[in-house]
């Protein structure tokens, strides 16, 4: 059986370790951060702690405890936490990273828990590598380009939909989408498009290029 002192020591470590993922994702300017990381990994410990106890104390002669039982519900329980982390913003969808770092930290949590402290250590480290290095790796030689998505409000006269679609294909890499919307009587477009540009393409020029087209009456580029 854990005692008293054990726990405390197993749940400063575990609220330790999710301290370092949460302030990387913090830093990162996601919705699930520092305060969040380390709630859910005290949680988590906490949980494979009672689990295991129970387990121990309410056991039988001839009835085997499962210290795994309590502990097997924060593996699928930390679904909704996880889905309240992805967000979708326009044409892309962010959170994917963090609402499995949040899954995984759960499970360090129970790592924690069980006992298991130079395997949470070094799987908070290899998250970490994960979430930074190989982030900047990623950024600067496997996505050399983003997608982002256009709306564009104007009033309907003829040539308008050909100089906007014009200055999208000079400026983009790959045109994904090209939709149209007309409304008859007030004769408006909505135009949007989705279309794949280099990291360092000076979007403002983009803009300023869309803007001087006769008739643009809103803008909006994510």
Known sequence: MISETEIILRVLVGAALGAVIGLERERSDQPAGLRTHMILVIGATLAMVLSVNLGYLYAREGTPADPARLAAQVISGIGFLGAGAILRSGFTVKGLTTATSLWTM????????????LIGVITTALMLIVLTLLNLLEKRYVRTSVSRFIQIEADYHKGVVKSVRKIIAKFSDDLISFTIQKHIKSKRLRIQAVMRVSRDQNLEELIENISDIDGVRNLKVE
């Open 106 to 117: 759960a499970i360090v949590g129970l790592t924690v828990g069980a006992g298991y402290y």
